[in-house]
T-cell receptor, first 109, second 115 residues
Framework: RKEVEQDPGPFNVPEGATVAFNCTYS??????FFWYRQDCRKEPKLLMS???SGNEDGRFTAQLNRASQYISLLIRDSKLSDSATYLC??????????FGAGTTVTVRA | DAGVTQSPTHLIKTRGQHVTLRCSPI?????VSWYQQVLGQGPQFIFQ???????GRGNFPDRFSARQFPNYSSELNVNALLLGDSALYLC??????????????FGDGTRLSIL
């Protein structure tokens, strides 16, 4: 079983729509959680950390469910510039980052 | 301030050769990690270094090695290159190597192609 699993998508949504997707992780001892975004052939860039109580950064909302071992990301009022691959990242008790394969989001005009 | 810098940006090698990739972390960051990203997959952890010592190693063969220098820059070496080593190699730096919510910041990567 992979350490971090994501729905690969693609999620194809119109501008202004809301899109949400999850990832699951296998190591119950995982301590830190992040969402990174990666544009085509570019490096991953930190989008936001995911805290236990859930957190929001502008149009982006992240939730963590430790009991069910999943993390979610919701994007409101989608923009064309939100088109990217979103990587779910989990930092285990050994402080190594484990990446999911990514969820592709395409926002169309 | 400069971000994480990697060199070279692109590299073409043939099977059996070896390669050295270089990385300079963000100023003040003491930890450097290396990742391999194959097309269509997320980055896979190779090594993490902190204060010149290896702090973590992923599931990669002994052909892969790395080191960190006193100025916190790092090199990744791959010997006896195989076709399957073709990938984007990413370097990431963070302030420390352990502790909660130590986000890692990535360089642009080195795109390695093996012919």
């Amino acid at each position: 079983r992979k350490e971090v699993e994501q729905d690969p998508g693609p999620f194809n949504v119109p501008e202004g729509a809301t899109v949400a997707f999850n990832c699951t992780y296998s190591n119950s001892a995982s301590q830190s959680f992040f969402w990174y975004r990666q544009d085509c052939r570019k490096e991953p860039k930190l989008l936001m950390s995911v805290y236990s109580s859930g957190n929001e950064d502008g149009r982006f909302t992240a939730q963590l469910n430790r009991a069910s071992q999943y993390i979610s990301l919701l994007i409101r009022d989608s923009k064309l510039s939100d088109s990217a691959t979103y990587l779910c990242v989990v930092n285990g008790d050994d402080y190594k980052l484990s990446f999911g394969a990514g969820t592709t989001v395409t926002v169309r005009a | 301030d400069a971000g994480v810098t990697q060199s070279p940006t692109h590299l073409i090698k043939t099977r059996g050769q070896h390669v050295t990739l270089r990385c300079s972390p963000i100023s003040g960051h003491k930890s450097v990690s290396w990742y391999q990203q194959v097309l269509g997959q997320g980055p896979q952890f190779i090594f993490q270094y902190y204060e010149k010592e290896e702090r973590g190693r992923g599931n990669f063969p002994d052909r892969f090695s790395a080191r960190q220098f006193p100025n916190y820059s790092s090199e990744l070496n791959v010997n006896a290159l195989l076709l399957g080593d073709s990938a984007l190699y990413l370097c990431a730096s963070s302030l420390e190597w352990q502790g909660l919510y130590q986000p890692q910041h990535f360089g642009d990567g080195t795109r390695l192609s093996i012919l």
